[in-house]
């Protein structure tokens, strides 16, 4: 089980930009998937971004139509980190945002809630129009 903690959501305008962290626990950090999904009041929660290691140099990063071209995932492995920068936000992008990891093994470019075994708390994001 890897133990994950969200910070960096709050207010923000139209077209503005924020940037989440996601600071993760445990040895295997490197060798999971991890992604960021979000949850609209009222709404189902949805995937919007993955990265894992692609077998090259860089890590494999893959995203939501919906956030295409706005946001950017990343990763620090030496610490323990997983970035996700937001800009040109949308009123539409208002939602919890929740970190979450894979706990071992995973699939090339996975995107399903089951895929991914820990979770964070999530981090509010509002953005007003």
């Known amino acids: 089980q890897v133990h994950l903690v969200e910070s960096g959501g709050g207010l923000v305008q139209a077209g503005g930009s924020l940037r989440l962290s996601c600071a993760a626990s445990?040895?295997?950090?490197?060798?999971?998937?991890m992604g960021w999904f979000r949850q609209a009041p009222g709404k189902e929660r949805e995937f919007v971004a993955g990265i894992h290691w692609s077998g090259g140099i860089a890590p494999y990063a893959y995203y939501a139509d919906s956030v295409q071209g706005r946001f950017t995932i990343s990763r620090d492995n030496a610490k323990n980190t997983v970035y996700l920068q937001m800009n040109s936000l949308k009123p539409e992008d208002t939602a919890v945002y929740y970190c979450?990891?894979?706990?071992?093994?995973?699939?090339?470019?996975?995107?399903?809630?089951?895929?991914?075994?820990?979770w964070g708390q999530g981090t509010q994001v509002t953005v007003s129009s």
């Open positions: 979450a990891s894979s706990s071992g093994t995973y699939y090339w470019g996975q995107r399903a809630q089951t895929d991914f075994g820990s």
């Open positions: 445990g040895r295997t950090f490197s060798s999971n998937a």
